[in-house]
């Protein structure tokens, strides 16, 4: 027969509902439910019902806030920047690192306009976390609070920031991954108050419009930013990378002092002898462009040999079989350095078909360009202008002037009158085989590893793909990206792309929490399971006339797996 019971903790009585059974042949008490204080048994007795109730999205913000926490952002951004008054920058009951943090928190997981983030976040939890009136919350806010953020304060968040994160996760910092990426925007041509958005090769095509860069530098084993640097549009690879080695150099010394230990891997178009002899405390392993050497290029794969790399312990991945020819010692750009080649089939196959592509477009203009030579006139201006053979040439030349196609396309001029000229042209075959056994798919490595084997180079080098895979996260649409910015100044497009890193560094943080875990999920499933997790307030009437008693109490998760992802993260 079931008892209550009441138990006296720190001067308070919590009642149960007990019954009395035998455990080896001794009477036991064993608790039926716990029923709490008396006022709440008489609630409940009274059927007292709230109100009114809401719930909101709670798991995925409260896992970005925890991780904001763990590694005190909020005071990073509060301690080092104020206003003219000397004071910690506050508006609308949020500090300046409180918005950054809101901010950090859109970027990750709804991607958005300043605009849109009163009506994003009155979903979710974080303005109760941050207790802020969302209302309030207006695109004007985030400018007013990001205009006291320069780049001196960037760089020094970044760089306590990193320490911090490679302090308490013990980071792996042997294997250093570095690469480049841009952004298009919309900014005006006739705007001269921006000096980075400049025109240049996008990489989503978007040469019609200006752009500014990012450069990257990432950990292979968990892809966590270490150093970056957003700089101008138009400014090379090359030259961007010769800026800012010794900036990088800095900052190792700074998470390191074995920095002769760590090797950094980086592409071709980094390439220049000033910024290989620039390289001087750490090792590196990069690709060589393969015009660049003639010897090399000649090689051909019927000198390669089998190998194999293997990828067992990474997780999905197959142990990946190439042809490789190496290593060797070769004097390139006036030192000796180790050299690997090997086949890439997937670059094989893209500079096979890009090839191809390139010579029907050939074909399709130099047709009309033919017609014309023969009439022995061209519009210029709207008004007929005369052929010359120096002009068919320079035009020829132009057509050609492609990867590939000038090394398989034979040409000929020939005036057959005055100002008019006959025009064929031959797409080599023995031209073509040569570029299938020799170049096509070729990859070039040099590499300060001596003792290395070959394997290890290669594999190292592959590791840009990781780096790749962080340049994705910051132009997924879903999570983490830099698109929407709408902003027109050097310094808010810093601070906006320096918060969609922030972002992507939590996100990587908490993937590998709960890869180490057991939790084998990428981190847009991480953020798909968390955001089942919610909270609902519930409005319930007081005890005075007029006054109202709010509960936040978590929803039910009916998943177990949900629930032990969300117990581990907000709790790691």
């Known amino acids: 027969m079931a008892t209550l019971q009441k138990k006296k903790t720190n001067g308070k009585y919590y009642w149960y509902l007990v019954e009395s059974v035998r455990v080896n042949g001794k009477p036991r008490p064993r608790v039926l439910a716990y029923l709490g204080k008396a006022e709440d048994i008489l609630e409940k007795l009274q059927g007292n019902k709230p109100i009114s109730s809401k719930s909101y999205e709670y798991g995925t913000v409260a896992v970005i806030d925890h991780f904001i926490k763990k590694f005190n952002i909020v005071n990073l951004f509060d301690k080092r920047i104020v206003n003219n008054r000397k004071c910690i920058p506050r508006r609308n009951g949020l500090t300046l690192g409180e918005t950054m943090a809101c901010l950090v928190s859109q970027r990750a997981l709804s991607p958005g306009s300043k605009m849109a983030f009163s009506d994003w976040s009155k979903k979710t939890y974080l303005p109760m976390l941050y207790d802020f009136d969302y209302k309030k919350i207006s695109s004007s806010h985030f400018w007013d609070m990001m205009d006291y953020v320069q780049d001196v304060h960037l760089q020094q968040i970044e760089e306590e920031l990193v320490k911090d994160i490679v302090g308490k996760f013990n980071l792996n910092l042997d294997l250093l991954l570095y690469d480049y990426t841009n952004f298009f925007t919309f900014i005006d041509t006739s705007n001269e108050k921006n000096s980075i958005a400049r025109r240049g090769k996008n990489k989503q095509k978007r040469n019609d419009l200006r752009q500014f860069s990012l450069a990257l530098l990432v950990n292979r084993e968990c892809r966590i930013p270490l150093f970056s640097d957003i700089y101008s549009g138009n400014t090379a690879d090359a030259k961007e990378f010769g800026f800012t080695i010794d900036k990088i150099s800095e900052r190792l010394q700074i998470l390191s002092k074995s920095i002769e230990d760590m090797t950094i891997v980086f592409d071709k178009g980094s390439n220049s002898k000033e910024n290989f002899n620039n390289i001087k405390e750490m090792h590196y392993v990069a690709s060589f462009s393969v015009s660049h050497n003639k010897e090399l290029k000649n090689v051909p794969f019927a000198k390669f040999n089998n190998i194999i790399i293997k990828k067992a312990e990474k997780v999905g991945e197959e142990d990946a079989k190439l042809l490789c020819y190496g290593p060797i010692t070769k004097k390139i750009w006036g030192t000796k350095r180790t050299v690997v080649m090997y086949k890439s089939e997937p670059l094989y196959e893209g500079q096979l078909l890009g090839l191809h592509n390139d010579l029907a477009k050939f074909k399709t203009e130099v047709l009309k360009l033919k017609k014309s030579a023969v009439r022995g006139t061209y519009k210029k201006k709207g008004k007929d202008a005369?052929?010359?053979?120096?002009?068919?040439?320079?035009?020829?030349?132009?057509?050609?002037?492609?990867?590939?196609?000038?090394?398989?396309?034979?040409?000929?001029?020939?005036?057959?009158?005055?100002?008019?000229?006959?025009?064929?042209?031959?797409?080599?075959?023995?031209?073509?085989?040569?570029?299938?056994?020799?170049?096509?798919?070729?990859?070039?490595?040099?590499?300060?590893?001596?003792?290395?084997?070959?394997?290890?180079?290669?594999?190292?080098?592959?590791?840009?793909?990781?780096?790749?895979?962080?340049?994705?996260?910051?132009?997924?649409?879903?999570?983490?990206?830099?698109?929407?910015?709408?902003?027109?100044?050097?310094?808010?497009?810093?601070?906006?792309?320096?918060?969609?890193?922030?972002?992507?560094?939590?996100?990587?943080?908490?993937?590998?929490?709960?890869?180490?875990?057991?939790?084998?999920?990428?981190?847009?499933?991480?953020?798909?399971?968390?955001?089942?997790?919610?909270?609902?307030?519930?409005?319930?009437?007081?005890?005075?006339?007029?006054?109202?008693?709010?509960?936040?109490?978590l929803e039910n998760i009916e998943n177990k797996k949900t629930q032990k992802l969300f117990d581990l993260l907000i709790s790691a």
Not at 416 to 435: A, E, G, R
Not at 449 to 465: C, F, N, P, T
Not at 480 to 497: F, G, L, S
């Open 386 to 553: 005369l052929w010359t053979y120096e002009l068919l040439e320079m035009k020829i030349e132009g057509l050609i002037n492609k990867q590939f196609v000038r090394d398989v396309v034979d040409f000929n001029i020939k005036n057959i009158s005055k100002n008019k000229f006959k025009i064929t042209y031959t797409v080599n075959h023995n031209k073509m085989n040569i570029l299938k056994e020799r170049v096509l798919g070729k990859r070039i490595l040099i590499t300060s590893r001596d003792q290395w084997e070959k394997e290890k180079i290669i594999d190292a080098y592959h590791g840009q793909s990781d780096v790749e895979r962080v340049f994705k996260q910051l132009k997924n649409p879903f999570h983490n990206a830099v698109r929407p910015q709408y902003h027109w100044t050097d310094q808010k497009i810093k601070v906006h792309t320096f918060c969609s890193i922030l972002s992507v560094t939590l996100s990587n943080i908490i993937e590998k929490t709960a890869r180490e875990n057991g939790f084998n999920m990428t981190i847009n499933e991480i953020y798909n399971r968390l955001s089942e997790v919610r909270k609902v307030k519930y409005l319930y009437p007081g005890k005075r006339k007029n006054k109202y008693d709010i509960r936040n109490e």
